[in-house]
């Protein structure tokens, strides 16, 4: 079975000194507890890559690997706001980003694989500053297009996993810098990952 993981920076394990991320946690966790060579966990995380990027890698990188499952986690990156001079100059446009998901969704619904779409966590804004920092996330947007992804998975019947109350309260605790998971935040995404993934027999 190819599971294909494709999205931006918490993909690829930005902030987990492990160097594995979650895909990397699922990976060794199919690795132990299934026969042997039965999966093959393909990472293609990319950091900095927003929801258009990520869309043209689905068609050039992942159809010709033809997976079973794709667990595309993205988008984070078009919800940032970026500064200069300490002014905010760039406000997310989510009527770009739903309607670059609408047309995505559109494709995977008609894809022979299954997917599932993991929602964005939460990002720590008690460390963001404008000093030094030439972007920003806010969690009032990410929250605003976690819920346009989420009821737009709905209309296309495809399988949302909500990710953005999982660090709530803990943010300190779980985060690697302003925006990455640490390694206890990774262990976190894993653990409701691989408990849909079997709750829904998308693995066994």
Known sequence: MKIVCLGSSSVEGIGDRKGIGWAGRLNQYLQENSKINEYRVFNLGL??????????????????????LVIIFTGSNDCVTHIKDGNAIKQPNIDVYTKQWDSFLTDLSQ??????????????????????????FKNSDLEEYNKALKDLCAQHK?????????????????????????????????????TELEENNYVW
């Open 47 to 68: 950091k900095g890559d927003f929801l258009s990027g990520t869309i043209s890698r689905y068609k050039t990188e992942v159809l010709k690997r033809r997976p079973h």
């Open 111 to 136: 894809a022979e694989h299954k997917t599932l779409i993991l929602g964005p966590t939460m990002v720590n804004e008690s460390v963001m500053n404008y000093k030094g920092v030439d972007v920003t």
């Open 158 to 194: 495809i399988q949302f996993l909500e990710l953005f109350d999982l660090f709530n309260g803990k943010l300190e605790e779980l985060s690697f810098d302003f925006v990455h998971p640490n390694e206890k935040g990774y262990d976190l995404i894993f653990k409701r990952l691989i």
